[in-house]
Structures are given as C-alpha cells and as structure tokens.
C-alpha cells in the first residue's frame, strides 16, 4: 500500500503501521513507498552513502530521525569534470507531508543554498531498466538484464567502462553522446521537471 496523499501519513509512522498490521494480520505487508525530491547544486563533498550524514540534514532542517531514506547523487560522481563542486542530488523522503515542506521550505544540505526542489514523478527511475514512464519501481522490475543507464549495455552501471560521451547511449530516448542520467536529455528533463 504505497503512501500517496496527507491522510496516510499516519500509516507510515511506525505505530500506525504497527497498528495496520495487528488489524489486518502480518500476511498484509505494508509497502511505504519514499517521495523522491530533487535537491539541485548540493556540494560534492557530502558523502551520500554515511548514514550519520542524512541524520545531520534532518537534525539541521528540524525533521524527525529517519524521515530520509536515502540520498543519491543523479549522476554517476566519476562523470563529474574536475572543477565541479556541486551536484544534484535525490533524496527519498518517508512521508509525503515532509517532501512537500522540503520543496516549499527548501532544506539545508551542508549550506542553505540548496533552494531549488523538484518533485519526481512518483514512482521515478527504474535503476534496473532506467525507465523514466514511473510504471514500476526498480525492485519490481520485470526485465531479466540490467541496462546500463550510461551506455545500454547489459550489466549495472557501476560495472560500466564507459569514459567519453561517444561511449554513451541513451536508454530512453535512443540517442547517441548523452546518458540516460544526462540532465540534458529531453525525456529526463520532462520527467524532472
Ligand atoms: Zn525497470
Ligand atoms: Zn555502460
Ligand atoms: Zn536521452
């Protein structure tokens, strides 16, 4: 049951989802799906995969612990030229009524710059097949191979050699020099914003 509106944030706290689960049995698996938020010029040196690093956003933008689930950076970080100092960056936030006051508020991502946010389509960007149509999550991902979000080829994107733009095809609009995660491309950039 994904999380859509105000009226079920309720179910995404931890004792509304615990109340859910004792009416309804634990065979019903309640499934809170995160509000992605786009938070655009975040200094580079925030390192997205510290957990103690997400605790401090939320300690300094006054929200509960673990309102953020996660935080990526859209582009893979050794694309990035080597005078860049800012990136944008995705950050999963648990309960609607908070993304919501993110992109109005504008949060503070290691300074308070950071005040451009943009909501994604709900469910965003399939990882798995790089799917920008928001028809499915990338854990529910229906297609057997990975594809490559820089260049199609048929493994993840970490595993990916590709090192200039004549290596780069676009998964979702099939053109050549520019990569799925390219803010340049068209379909991307309907898509965000
Ligand atoms: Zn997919
Ligand atoms: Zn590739
Ligand atoms: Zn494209």
């Known amino acids: 049951m994904p999380c859509t509106n105000h009226n ?6 931890p004792d509304g989802a615990k ?5 309804f049995g634990s065979n019903v698996e309640l499934v809170i799906r995160p509000f992605p938020i786009l938070v655009e010029f975040v200094p580079i040196h925030l390192n997205t995969n ?10 300094k933008n006054a929200l509960l612990t673990g309102t953020i689930k996660s935080a990526r ?8 030229s080597p005078l860049q100092w800012k990136a944008h ?8 009524s908070d993304a919501n006051q993110a992109i109005k508020n504008s949060l503070i991502v290691l300074e308070p710059c950071c005040s451009i946010h943009k909501l994604l389509p709900e469910p965003t960007w399939c990882m798995k097949c790089q799917s920008f149509k928001g028809l499915h999550f ?15 080829g048929n493994y993840r994107i970490k595993e990916c050699e590709a090192i ?3 290596q ?12 799925a995660w390219d803010c340049e491309c068209l379909i991307y950039l309907e898509k965000v914003r």
């Open 8 to 13: 079920t944030d309720w179910l995404c706290s």
């Open 19 to 23: 109340a859910f689960t004792s009416k």
């Open 50 to 59: 510290d957990l103690s690093a997400l605790r401090e956003i939320e300690h």
């Open 73 to 80: 950076w859209i582009k893979p970080i050794k694309w990035r």
């Open 89 to 96: 960056l995705t950050l999963e936030i648990l309960k609607p």
């Open 138 to 152: 990338t854990k529910e991902c229906k297609k057997l191979d990975d594809t490559c979000g820089t260049c199609t």
């Open 164 to 166: 200039s733009l004549d």
């Open 168 to 179: 780069c095809y676009c998964a979702n609009c099939k053109e050549a020099r520019h990569a």
